[in-house]
């Protein structure tokens, strides 16, 4: 069993940053890959990026490539996402998971992944 915890949300202006983190524990957090998921009202889940487990290969979604960043302290147990030029279309409730695996993949696909915070609220206003 693995235990995530999210922090580091809150609201920002347009253009403004944001980093979040999300504490591993219970388990080798080595042997997870992490993702960062966000959902809005009426919306689906979606991918907002991925890291392996050994941090080598990370992944974003198109809308936020080149502003947000995946990494990973194994020393800390914790994956951040800082969020830089933040738009409000940003918006959204967004979640740690952890998918157990020994793949050196990163996963997009929500349905895959094994263990989820509970939510972190992120809102960018205009």
């Known amino acids: 069993q693995v235990q995530l915890v999210e922090s580091g949300g809150g609201l920002v202006q347009a253009g403004g940053s944001l980093r979040l983190s999300c504490v591993a524990s219970g388990r080798t957090f080595s042997n997870y890959a992490m993702g960062w998921f966000r959902q809005a009202p009426g919306k689906e889940r979606e991918s907002v990026a991925a890291?392996?487990?050994?941090?080598?290969?990370?992944s974003y979604t198109n809308s936020v490539k080149g502003r947000f960043t995946i990494s990973r302290d194994s020393a800390k147990n914790t994956v951040y996402l800082q969020m830089n030029a933040l738009k409000p279309e940003d918006t959204a409730v967004y979640y740690c998971?952890?998918?157990?695996?020994?793949?050196?993949?990163?996963?997009?696909?929500?349905?895959?992944?094994?263990?989820w915070g509970q939510g972190t609220q992120v809102t960018v206003s205009s």
């Open positions: 890291i392996n487990w050994s941090g080598g290969s990370t």
């Open positions: 998971a952890a998918k157990r695996t020994a793949s050196i993949s990163v996963f997009v696909q929500w349905a895959t992944y094994d263990y």
